[in-house]
């Protein structure tokens, strides 16, 4: 199937039935599949201003396919520039073959048509995609108006591909690298292609889950849980670091992934699939000199990457989920050696998954303390300190150099 066919069923897939975008299966393969999916991505990250530009064209909202082919072209025409005949031909000839939009057929040749010749004006004066209002209004009160307006305008741009280098002297030609350590990719080069790929010289990682990993120090020869691990990224950066490695999670298929990495990348872990709440650790060797916990959460600090979220998620899976962070972080602290370190991070722009978790469990824990992090030891900007002494990131921040991913994390010492 071809890539625009393809996007529709992604479009309708999210906006219809409420499915995240990586669970769809897609009747198509290899460049197409990779094109529908960055179309697809498109479409959402700019859904609000899409709408926009199409409403003054409709008497009342059009039925739900029929909007999509109509989103479809709009992001065609406005955002990639492509041939407007083309656009408008291949379109209108999608919505032939449905059943469902073939009646609108004519329709969305007339639309098409007057927005590839007057839609860019009013596309450029449309607001960046808004955040969904319980986001909105969770976050409103914390960074105000200007920082919700800086996120927004952050997650309407395609971000760049991060890599971390297995080892701290690889370079990529046309790679920046940034003063936290990442390499960055402003184009979107098919990965397993690029040089040093196949022998595992690095691993795709935003710069902002790169630096979890950093608050544990120097872990050489230390003995590391990382509890939930998959699909790995901060498990290849503990081994390559050094560490003797537990690497556990509850999903099978995700550990194989982590698996997978490993070998591509010729590191080493010892690989646990379970429920974090059952490991009590091997008791040959006793608690673990250092822990990684990367919990679940809501992955709000990754809308960018995932334009899908706001349209899944409603935001009721929070509570659940900061009931489980709590209980996660009281259990990795059984498995902690006394003075050792749990770091504690999650991809998410909520400060109930963060900056209020290690609060509480410094109230819930006594003598556990916080390592206060400097963020610039790391490369990063003073700014980034949070009270409490961990590291809060927005998707804005850096935003002058293509942002990155949303994330907290903060490294705690057990008494
Ligand atoms: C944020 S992801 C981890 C990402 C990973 N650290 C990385 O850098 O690639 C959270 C992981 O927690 C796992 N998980 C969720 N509940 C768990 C539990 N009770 N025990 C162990 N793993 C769990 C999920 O399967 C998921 O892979």
Redesign the pocket.
């Known amino acids: 199937m071809k890539a625009r066919p393809a996007a529709l069923i992604l479009l309708n897939a999210v906006l219809r039935e409420r499915q995240i975008l990586g669970q769809v299966d897609l009747p198509a393969e290899g460049a197409e599949a990779a094109r529908a999916n960055r179309l697809a991505l498109t479409v959402l990250r700019n859904l609000g201003a899409v709408d926009a530009v199409i409403k003054p064209y409709t008497t009342r909202k059009p039925q739900i396919g029929v909007h999509n082919l109509l989103r479809l072209g709009t992001v065609e025409l406005l955002v990639n520039g492509q041939d407007a005949h083309g656009v408008v031909s291949d379109i209108v000839g999608i919505a032939k073959t449905q059943p469902h939009t073939r009646k609108a057929s004519g329709m969305v040749n007339a639309i098409l048509r007057k927005i590839a010749v007057e839609g860019a004006e009013a596309f450029a004066k449309a607001p960046p995609q808004r955040l969904p209002p319980w986001l909105d209004k969770a976050l409103r009160k914390r960074i105000g108006a200007e920082g919700i307006k800086a996120i927004e305008l952050a997650q309407s741009k395609a971000p760049p591909i991060d890599l971390t280098p297995r080892d701290a002297d690889f370079t990529l030609e046309g790679a920046d690298v940034l003063p936290t350590g990442s390499l960055r990719l402003r184009n979107h080069p098919q990965i397993s292609a690029l040089p040093g790929f196949a022998e595992g010289k690095f691993w795709v990682?935003d710069a902002a889950?790169a630096l979890p990993v950093k608050l544990l120090g120097d872990v050489r020869g230390k003995r590391v849980l990382?509890?939930?691990?998959?699909?790995?990224?901060?498990?290849m950066q503990l081994a390559a670091a050094g560490a003797d490695v537990t690497a556990?999670?509850?999903?099978g298929p995700?550990?194989r992934r982590?698996s997978e990495n490993l070998a591509r990348t010729g590191l080493t872990a010892t690989l646990v699939t379970?429920?974090?709440?059952q490991?009590t650790g091997p008791e040959d060797v006793g608690p673990y000199d250092a822990i990684?916990l990367?919990?679940?959460?809501s992955?709000t600090g990754t809308i960018r990457r995932h334009p899908d979220l706001p349209f899944v998620k409603d935001g009721s899976e929070v509570e659940p989920l900061t009931k489980?962070q709590m209980q996660?972080i009281d259990h990795a602290l059984t498995l902690l050696k006394p003075g050792g370190t749990l770091v504690y991070c999650?991809?998410s722009l909520l400060p109930v998954e963060g900056e209020f978790q290690v609060t509480a469990a410094l109230k819930r824990h006594d003598g556990l303390s916080v390592i206060a992090t400097d963020p610039t030891a790391l490369g990063g900007d003073t700014d980034w300190a949070s009270p409490e002494g961990g590291l809060r990131l927005w998707p804005s921040t850096w935003a002058d150099v293509g942002g990155m991913d949303g994330f907290y994390m903060a490294a705690l010492r057990r008494a």
């Open positions: 990682q889950a990382d509890l939930c691990a998959a699909p790995g990224g901060k498990t556990l999670d509850i999903s995700r550990l982590v379970g429920d974090a709440f490991h990684l990367d919990a679940p959460c992955a489980l996660l999650t991809c």
